[in-house]
């Protein structure tokens, strides 16, 4: 099965600054690699993803950039926003389609 | 619908007593899955469907959970005789199709807890 590591676990950035997390994962046979925000009492809402025949993927803001050859890929987030606090996954699909969940990150804009 | 809809929102129940949660997932989808978030934000899969076909139940517990996607009803988690260790939240999600890169939506999931 597929084994993955998300860091930090913590992350405070002040408004406008960039915040950017970092997962890594073991099945080298991987080939999507989706980012999730999970807001208090709420589910968690896909906000970018990646194709493993592309290096990067950005969309407004938010940017997902993928190391195959390393086996990781990280989130990042630009002109951070006190709504961008939040608890961020990494989750990429096992072999049987299953999201393996990152043990979360915690993102803190400070105003 | 256009989202995963979950019910109830929070369930409470004691201890040895069943609990069922529901899901109806986006409409056009055919893959759901039940996942469970204990402390500390970790997630734990349980279970997949395909229509009303099991798909994975490698993460479902042997005794006392079971599950049901049938034709025009939402999906159903079942927990026979309730342990405190079953309070959770236990989230839905759907995606279009089962191939690994497809996106999965989730739900707002089922707060359960367990007197």
């Known amino acids: 099965g597929e084994n993955v590591e998300q860091h930090p676990s913590t992350l405070s950035v002040q408004e406008g600054d960039s915040a950017v997390i970092k997962c890594t994962y073991s099945d080298s046979a991987s080939n999507y690699f989706p980012w999730y925000k999970q807001e208090l009492g709420k589910g968690p809402q896909l906000i970018i993803d990646?194709?493993?025949?592309?290096g990067e993927k950005k969309d407004q803001r938010i940017a997902v950039t993928l190391n195959k050859t390393a086996k990781h890929f990280s989130l990042h987030i630009t002109e951070t926003q006190p709504e961008d606090s939040a608890v961020y996954f990494c989750?990429?699909?096992?072999?049987?389609?299953?999201?393996?969940f990152g043990s979360g990150t915690r993102l803190q804009v400070q105003p | 619908g256009e989202e995963v809809a979950q019910t109830p929102k929070h369930l409470v129940r004691g201890e040895g007593q069943k609990a069922k949660l529901y899901c109806a997932p986006i409409?056009?989808?055919?893959?759901v899955f039940w996942y469970q978030q204990v402390l500390k934000n970790e997630f734990k899969f349980l279970i997949s469907?395909?229509?009303?076909?099991?798909?994975?139940e490698t993460g479902m517990p042997k005794e006392r959970f079971s599950a049901k996607c049938l034709p025009n009803s939402p999906c159903s988690l079942e927990i026979q005789a309730t342990k405190l260790e079953d309070s959770a939240v236990y989230f839905c999600?759907?995606?279009?199709?089962?191939?690994?890169?497809?996106?999965?939506?989730f739900g707002d999931g089922t707060r359960l807890s367990i007197l």
């Open positions: 999600a759907s995606s279009q199709t089962g191939t690994s890169n497809q996106p999965q939506h």
């Open positions: 469907f395909q229509n009303e076909n099991v798909f994975d």
């Open positions: 409409k056009g989808h055919s893959y």
């Open positions: 990646i194709r493993s025949n592309v």
């Open positions: 989750a990429p699909p096992s072999g049987r389609r299953a999201l393996t």
